[in-house]
């Protein structure tokens, strides 16, 4: 959501959390965070431009369905979090 966000990131930036399990997306029409927005109450929101979420990790156990329960991490900026992401990705491999 910056004025230089032409194209999705590149492979530097993908690669500050680099777990298999990791999806990044590049949501140029806004659709998941539009669903995040939904599914999160205000207060959980940290980055927001315009009303839209951008620049944030969430993380859901893997067995999850979408839209039916609340992610185990919410957070961001990304570059700010990954530290507690790498955490918690540890922690639900251990919990496997």
Not at 12 to 33: C, T
């Amino acid at each position: 959501m910056l004025p230089t966000d032409w194209s999705k990131p590149s492979g530097m930036v993908q690669a500050r959390i680099s777990d298999p399990r990791v999806v990044q997306f590049w949501d140029k029409e806004h659709l998941v965070a539009k669903e995040l927005q939904q599914q999160l109450s205000s207060a959980q929101i940290c980055c927001q431009r315009n009303g839209i979420i951008w620049d944030v990790a969430v993380l859901y156990p893997g067995d999850m369905q979408w839209g039916s329960s609340a992610p185990v991490f919410f957070g961001g900026a990304v570059l700010d979090v990954a530290d507690d992401v790498r955490q918690h990705l540890s922690a639900m491999n251990s919990n496997r």
